[in-house]
């Protein structure tokens, strides 16, 4: 190992990306035993992501579930015009975004934000840039029901459901039941739950395939973890401490555009504070930020190294990098570097 190769992996293993898995598997059980939930065991998962993952003990995941999720989330059927599904904006082939700076709804509705990957979420802690849900089985109904989404009641959703006999047969097999909102709720999270990214070159580096990276992803991920300090939110499996952070991204000379995690908690210290997004599949999901502001990594390498943007209450982690142009250059091959393989359902 040459002593660059050397550096990285002190540096990997500083950052708790380069760890046995065990702690991640007793991290999953805590928030299990915390929030009432079972830790599912996942054997076909890509590799770099625990074998763990939170699963609410009411909705065990199935094969029958995954299958009937998979088809209602490409189902134009739960909009209001029957013109708009779930993979509308999620597309597979873009890492579950839609490439767009805001998320467009039925007839064209513009909503507020950039749509999210929706890749490992089965992790997550809490769901849209605010954390406004708590578990998927909640976040899964709000976007039906959103005027500038799906635009349509979810009873109106079940009674259509309910009028189709191929849908009453599926919910038949999967719960023994008709559908209705819970188990409508229930099948939608766990086929995303499904989907789930890893298997990157820098999961092949971590595995200790020394060749995985390129010098220069080496050199982005001594960055990433030391004189970036990126690794001070994007950490772990997934690359999110799945907290909330202020980065001065939505403020606009002295004016905040969108409170954030404000208008779930009300709490002056969340005023423009977004959820830390994963940086899995980074470079098929642009644009970035919550708003879709910045076009390319290069760019969003450019916002961290100058310190952000001003603001109130910016986090105490933004702050001026001093980055060289190369040293910019290799921080965005790195973040190239954890793309790597997608599965959803039973692919």
Not at 161 to 182: H, I, K, M, T, V
Not at 272 to 287: D, H, M, N, V, Y
Request: hydrophobic residues 35%; proline residues 6%; contains cysteine.
């Amino acid at each position: 190992m040459t002593p660059r190769f050397m550096g990285v992996a002190v540096a990997l293993a500083s950052s708790a990306i380069l760890v046995n898995p065990a702690p991640w598997h007793v991290e999953a059980q805590a928030v299990a035993a915390v929030v009432g939930q079972s830790a599912s065991v996942r054997h076909d998962v890509p590799l770099g992501l625990d074998l763990y993952m939170p699963v609410p003990e009411g909705n065990p995941m199935t094969a029958e579930k995954l299958a009937l999720g998979r088809q209602l989330f490409f189902d134009t059927r739960l909009s209001a015009d029957r013109t708009t599904a779930c993979a509308t904006c999620h597309v597979p082939e873009r890492a579950f975004t839609d490439g767009k700076l805001i998320a467009e709804g039925v007839r064209g509705r513009k909503g507020t934000r950039n749509t999210p990957t929706l890749v490992n979420r089965g992790y997550g802690a809490s769901y849209f840039f605010d954390g406004r849900a708590g578990s998927l089985e909640e976040q899964v109904l709000q976007p039906i029901e959103g005027e500038a989404e799906l635009a349509y009641e979810i009873a109106l959703v079940v009674s259509r459901l309910q009028q189709d006999d191929d849908y009453q047969r599926a919910f038949d097999r999967a719960f023994g039941s008709p559908p209705d909102a819970e188990t409508l709720a229930w099948v939608l999270a766990s086929y995303v739950r499904s989907i789930l990214a890893g298997d990157s070159p820098v999961d092949r580096f971590r595995r200790g395939d020394r060749r995985a990276l390129s010098l220069e992803e080496a050199d982005g991920l001594r960055i990433f973890v030391g004189k970036g300090n990126c690794s001070a939110c994007h950490v772990g499996p997934n690359f999110s401490d799945e907290e909330f952070h202020n980065t001065g991204v939505a403020w606009r000379e002295g004016r905040l555009t969108d409170p954030g995690r404000f208008s779930v908690t009300g709490l002056d210290e969340h005023r423009g504070a977004f959820k830390t997004p994963t940086l899995r599949e980074i470079s098929r999901t642009a644009p970035y930020m919550h708003d879709g502001s910045i076009g390319t990594l290069e760019e969003v390498v450019e916002f961290y190294d100058r310190g952000g943007d001003p603001s109130p209450s910016l986090d105490n982690d933004i702050r001026p990098l001093g980055l060289e142009a190369d040293e910019k250059r290799a921080l965005v091959a790195f973040l190239r570097a954890l793309t790597g393989s997608v599965r959803e359902g039973t692919r």
